[in-house]
Antibody, heavy 122, light 108 residues
Framework: EVQLVESGGVVVQPGGSLRLSCAAS????????MHWVRQAPGKGLEWVSL????????YYAGSAKGRFTISRDNSKKSLYLQMNSLRTEDTALYYC???????????????WGKGTTVTVSS | EIVLTQSPATLSLSPGEKATLSCRAS??????LAWYQQKPGQAPRLLIY???NRAAGIPARFSGSGSGTDFTLTISSLEPEDFAVYYC??????????FGPGTKVDIK
């Protein structure tokens, strides 16, 4: 079964840092680009970041650029999101999602985890 | 950044009725548009990609159409499990990939 399981979400103070993880199983992880997408409470979906299959290319939403870093460890079938200088507006459920396309990617998200909750509050 | 607008915000229908959801892009996205379904407390699920292709395992009552700036998701006959929020997403001009604000389909 194809599965993604996020972890690492906690309550953190503004200005703090956090690293989210996503463990993948049931598919050849290093064949696929991976995304992070977030959803603020009661709001819609916001794409956060993308990493290529080999980690060589990374992309960010404007809200994440310069503060968040996406990375992956293909040997551990894991995806990460390092989040620094956190703001109250970063409070959200963070999903990792598999790109549907493989090599090359097609930038649609066909498998999603259940998400991990990040709360930024003093 | 391409802005996606969805209408209506809420669609109130009965089981068995046809649902027609709209997504409009601020500039052409060709056919590079997807639709996702999200039920309360669940992750989104990919329904349609490249405007009209059903994703794996998606029932035939879901169909997508459109190109350029105007797109439609049609649910031919609503089943009880179809009451959810639906989002469109473009992958034409990125970063960022952008989502629409969603259309909630609820039970009349």
């Amino acid at each position: 079964e194809v599965q993604l399981v996020e972890s690492g979400g906690v309550v953190v103070q503004p200005g703090g840092s956090l690293r989210l993880s996503c463990a993948a199983s049931g598919f050849t992880f290093d064949d696929y680009a991976m995304h992070w997408v977030r959803q603020a409470p009661g709001k819609g979906l916001e794409w956060v970041s993308l990493i290529s299959w080999d980690g060589g290319s990374t992309y960010y939403a404007g809200s994440a650029k310069g503060r968040f870093t996406i990375s992956r460890d293909n040997s551990k079938k894991s995806l990460y999101l390092q989040m620094n200088s956190l703001r109250t507006e970063d409070t959200a459920l963070y999903y990792c999602a598999k790109d549907k396309g493989g090599r090359p990617p097609d930038y649609y998200m066909d498998v999603w985890g259940k998400g991990t909750t990040v709360t930024v509050s003093s | 950044e391409i802005v996606l607008t969805q209408s209506p915000a809420t669609l109130s229908l009965s089981p068995g009725e046809k649902a027609t959801l709209s997504c409009r892009a601020s500039q052409s996205v060709s056919s590079f548009l997807a639709w996702y379904q999200q039920k309360p407390g669940q992750a989104p699920r990919l329904l349609i990609y490249d405007a009209s292709n059903r994703a794996a395992g998606i029932p035939a009552r879901f169909s997508g159409s459109g190109s350029g700036t105007d797109f439609t998701l049609t649910i031919s006959s609503l089943e009880p499990e179809d009451f959810a929020v639906y989002y469109c997403q473009q992958r034409s001009n990125w970063p960022p990939f952008t989502f629409g604000p969603g259309t909630k389909v609820d039970i009349k």
